[in-house]
RNA sequence: GCAGGAAUGGCGGAACUGGUAUACGCGUCAGAUUUAGAAUCUGAAUUUUGAGAGUUCGAAUCUCUCUUCCUGUACCA
């Protein structure tokens, strides 16, 4: 009987499907198991052979576990949300939900051929009203929290209004806007509701600011930092320029210290955990106050209604307290609100040109050029704090808006740009370090600083010289110390159509929140997909989209008279809303009354192990952390880290294949016979993949056929053939080099494919896809469908299995299990061949080894195992037969073939007893004739005896 | 610039806490079977672990220097 994968494969789908084989039980009595994939975005492309990777690894671990045991939750779903089915909609007016719809169905046929072990009755899309629903509700939990310093968590606002109407808010330490009056019990309880509700909003989780934004015309939206890559939009590579707009943001910044302090706690791979590090950018220093030498603004008291005067003052951070006596200028970003208020008339002209010219600048522009040097002198002077000096004040573009306060106490002996400044404008460098030249470049080694020329700081080291003055700066009040950080909070509006909607409506210009009970809040029609002509976001052309209080439903825009009905919000919500609490959402997916049970996420309670890519770094890693920590604080999850393990896996890359035009004909010249021309002679064009043999050998007439411009093509051949260059890249459409697993999994089947992608390497490399070696994989699992069967009947042996047999299965069994706790799926793979090779010439057929060593493989290949099970006669799934239990008694040895080494090097083998003593060994190995034969009359300086390992002759 | 990672046959890759270097597979070559193709079976070859030094009885593995490549990130004050 003959291995066929396509008859075995579906039959054993169905049978998992029908059986709901794979559906996980929130009640168990073993213990828990959540293995979690990132899910997919549902592209119109359908999956390559690259996608499926990180799935097949966590299918394998899901698979063990449960044979371990374990009572395993291994969900999927979809990141339905995103542009391109928007895009698609712009172009040709289709939903995007039809789209989306589409396309999941693609996948989940793509997916199902492959024999995942998935619990689709849990599956989740988060374009779905029934989860989004609860995206917008953990919204509206973010709005109605702030984030308390002292509890050193989020807590409900109410918590927050309660001591501004008991003390105002002097004694309030929380993680709030910046620009926030004080006021006391008695002012907060004689403010309107709108002003009460304007200052709640500047303590808000999530709330409405002016931001600059990354606005990018082309896609008509607002992009999150790590959506753009070297200035340009990560998708389509449009040009990004700042522009301010209302958006709602995430106080993520709120958790910087805690998502710092919650990597040491989870073990990730120490790469992200770098990268998630540097982008929250934790850095030490000071707050420091420089006052403006003569100028005077009047500020309006919101208390006393009475005018003060006050002087204006430059605030900046910097990591070098300690040198601040060798400040010689400042400089502000050429946006610092300052900038116009303290240029002196006799600079505003020549401050006004460099100002407009930088805005024109594009943030890319002034990356690429990072070597000129440009400023402007303002005229104004600030006051050095302690020395009391003048110290004049510069613009310049080396200072960015968006990193500290945007402006920089200079100290150009100590930082190389403050010197290359100084150098370029001619500004005074004083030295303040003992014992260093300064006259080249700057000097920043501060562990080797010893400060001096600083009256109170001489002769300090750093560390002592940063203590001293920070308590020196806050005693005299114009400084303190301060911990900075590069994270930013995060802009969560989108100018999007296909979006969550936010449960939002605007009262008097202040957002409302829509009551739990009414949500969700679901997405509106819209006749067009594009921004409407008057810049607002799509869902400004819905006609039904406004909030009726007394019915609580959506309405339409007419009905709109800002007493019962309102508009509602017009932005919608980024991709990684939904993304960020997904997987708690799997463990009570149906769930209509909660986001998820407290008994189900006290059961399951976080990921144990968690596959993707590492692309998702800084986005979706970082929010989902963020989101999670918000939860955990509000006592809606029991842990504040949601995934324990994360694995990366790496990429497969598409090999393309390359033919060579000669320039101005229809002529293609073989690889080999390329270098017969100039490089300039030949074009290089990528042809389609499947056009090409294992040997690299193009399909002429195929070729021919693939693409009208190829129809007359003529070839100079090499020993008749065409042979076509390759290269490894990603895997795109455009370059012709994608596979489809599904041609795969029909050609060699899906478990095939499974192994075959595991056996490709580790499973964190990335690594090119080549198709010609499955075919080792396949003619493995029709060799090990050969073990079953003689000739054409199935056959197996009852009896007991032989000393070799059972040395082979245990060996087996060994490495197996040790190799995929380490996720080391690659070497597994080759085990299992050997042993496979190994029975096969011990032509074993023995029941009890063979079931074995099925269960051994069925997290790799399950269809085949699953068929030889129920033909070894059992009636349940194999999925959760008891993992083989190793037992070292039959690897037992008691001889060893000893390699004899000299001075290092292996010369020939010795088999020994491995209870022989060391003084045996040595004689024995010594009185052999090859010993003497390599020593050649020597003798030895000393002989190492490793027992059970190797023997070293050295002299 | 900074941070992290990698380099082993023609190719993908093995090699546990230093102890027989290239397991396993692809490809190649030879042979067997076959009308042909395909499939199957048997056998063979390649290298000295990016370069150089050090530690060691012994280094792919540890240390240092250098080279190349990949990833992330950056006028971050």
């Not at 309660?162 to 004080?182: M, S």
């Not at 192990?609 to 604080?633: C, M, N, P, V």
């Not at 050998?697 to 190829?710: C, I």
């Amino acid at each position: 009987m003959q291995y066929n994968h396509q008859e075995i494969e579906k039959k054993w789908q169905e049978y998992w499907a029908k059986n709901q084989t794979f559906k996980a039980s929130n009640t168990s009595d073993k213990p828990k198991y959540y293995v979690l994939d990132m899910f997919p975005y549902p592209s119109g492309a359908g999956l390559h052979v690259g996608h499926p990777l990180g799935y097949i690894a966590s299918d394998i671990y899901a698979r063990y576990k449960r044979h371990k045991g374990f009572n395993v939750l291994h969900p999927q779903g979809y990141d339905s949300f995103g542009l391109p089915a928007e895009q698609y909609a712009i172009q040709t007016g289709q939903h995007p939900a039809i789209t989306t719809e589409t396309n999941i169905k693609t996948y989940r046929g793509q997916l199902d051929k492959i024999g995942f072990s998935f619990d689709w009755s849990r599956e989740v899309r988060t374009s779905n009203p029934e989860y989004y629903k609860w995206t917008q509700w953990i919204f509206i939990q973010l709005f109605n929290s702030w984030y308390n310093k002292d509890s050193d968590k989020a807590e409900d606002v109410s918590t927050l209004v309660a001591k501004f109407e008991a003390e105002g808010n002097a004694t309030v330490n929380a993680v709030c806007d910046e620009d926030i009056i004080t006021f006391t019990a008695d002012e907060w309880n004689g403010f309107s509701s709108t002003k009460q509700q304007e200052i709640l909003l500047q303590y808000r989780l999530t709330f409405l600011s002016d931001t600059e934004v990354n606005w990018c015309p082309a896609l008509g939206t607002v992009l999150a930092n790590d959506e753009i890559v070297n200035g340009v939009s990560e998708r389509g590579s449009h040009p990004v320029i700042r522009k301010k707009m209302t958006q709602w943001s995430m106080r993520i910044s709120a958790y910087a210290q805690r998502l710092l302090d919650g990597l040491n706690g989870i073990d990730w791979p120490q790469p992200l955990k770098d990268i998630q590090t540097n982008w929250i950018g934790r850095s030490q220093g000071a707050m420091v106050s420089f006052e403006v030498q003569s100028t005077k603004y009047k500020v309006e008291s919101d208390v006393t209604s009475s005018a003060v005067e006050k002087p204006y003052k430059i605030d900046v951070f910097t990591t070098r307290p300690d040198t601040i006596y060798g400040v010689s200028f400042m400089t502000l970003a050429p946006e610092h609100e300052l900038v116009a208020k303290i240029t002196t008339d006799a600079q505003r002209e020549a401050v006004e040109t460099y100002v407009e010219a930088t805005a024109k600048r594009s943030e890319r522009d002034r990356m690429a050029d990072v070597k000129t040097i440009s400023g402007v002198f303002t005229g104004a002077y600030a006051i050095h704090p302690f020395s009391g000096k003048q110290v004049p004040i510069w613009i310049g573009d080396y200072v960015l808006a968006s990193y500290g306060t945007g402006a920089v106490m200079a100290v150009p002996c100590g930082d190389q740009r403050d010197y290359d400044f100084a150098k370029h404008f001619d500004l005074e460098i004083p030295n303040i370090f003992e014992g260093v030249d300064i006259s080249e470049e700057a000097f920043a080694d501060k562990e080797k600083s010893v400060i001096a020329n600083s009256d109170f700081l001489n002769g300090l080291p750093y560390k002592k010289a940063m203590k001293t003055v920070i308590y020196e700066m806050e005693q005299r009040g114009f400084g303190y110390g301060k911990i900075n950080y590069r994270l930013r909070d995060a802009v969560f509006s989108r100018q999007r159509y296909w979006g969550e909607p936010f449960p939002v409506y605007y009262k008097d210009g202040m957002p409302q929140m829509i009551e739990k009970q009414h949500l969700p809040v679901v997405l509106p029609e819209v006749e067009k997909y594009l921004p409407t002509e008057d810049g607002k976001p799509p869902l400004g052309n819905a006609e039904v989209w406004a909030w009726d209080t007394t019915t609580n439903t959506v309405v339409s825009n007419d009905k709109v008279d800002n007493e019962t009905v309102f508009p509602l919000e017009l932005n919608t919500m980024p991709g990684w809303a939904g993304s960020s609490w997904y997987f708690n959402r799997y463990m009570d997916a149906t769930n209509d009354g909660d986001f998820v049970s407290a008994a189900a996420v006290e059961y399951w309670k976080e990921v144990d192990l968690y596959i993707g890519g590492s692309e998702h770094a800084t986005g979706h890693l970082l929010y989902a952390r963020f989101w999670q920590k918000f939860l955990f604080d509000l006592g809606l999850v029991p842990v504040d880290e949601f995934a324990k393990k994360l694995i990366n896996q790496g990429m497969i890359l598409g090999t393309s294949a390359i033919v060579y035009r000669i320039a101005g004909t229809n002529k293609y010249v073989s690889l080999g016979l390329k270098d017969n021309y100039k490089a300039d002679e030949l074009q290089e064009l990528r042809v389609d993949v499947k056009l090409i043999n294992s040997s690299d050998e193009l399909d002429l007439e195929g070729l021919k056929n693939w693409q009208p411009q190829y129809a007359d093509a003529e070839f100079e051949l090499e020993d008749g053939k065409y042979i076509v260059g390759r290269e490894v890249e990603k895997m795109s459409k455009r370059w012709f080099n994608v596979v489809n697993p599904d041609d795969i999994c029909e050609e060699y089947g899906a478990d095939s494919l499974r192994l075959f992608e595991m056996f490709l390497g580790p499973l964190e490399q990335f690594k090119p896809w080549k198709t010609s070696g499955i075919s080792g994989v396949y003619s493995f699992l029709k060799k090990l469908w050969k073990l079953f069967h003689n000739g054409e009947n199935f056959e197996v042996s009852e009896g007991e299995p032989t000393k070799d047999n059972l040395k082979t299965l245990h060996k087996t069994i060994k490495k197996v299990e040790e190799d995929i706790e380490n996720f080391s799926f690659n070497t597994s793979v080759s085990t299992f061949m050997i042993a496979v090779n190994e029975l096969t010439a011990q032509k074993c057929n023995n029941k009890a080894i063979l079931e074995e060593l099925l269960i051994l493989i069925s997290p790799y290949a399950p269809h085949i195992a699953e068929e030889l099970w129920s033909k070894l006669g059992h009636e349940n799934s194999i999925a959760f037969a008891a993992f083989p239990q190793f037992d070292g008694k039959h690897l037992v040895e008691s001889e060893k073939e000893y390699p004899i080494s000299f001075n290092g090097k292996m010369r020939f083998k010795l088999k020994l007893p491995l209870d022989m003593s060391k003084e045996d060994i040595e004689k024995t190995v010594m009185a052999h004739e090859k010993t003497q034969e390599q020593l050649q009359g020597r003798t030895p300086k000393k002989v190492i005896i490793v027992p059970g390992k190797i023997i070293n002759i050295v002299g």
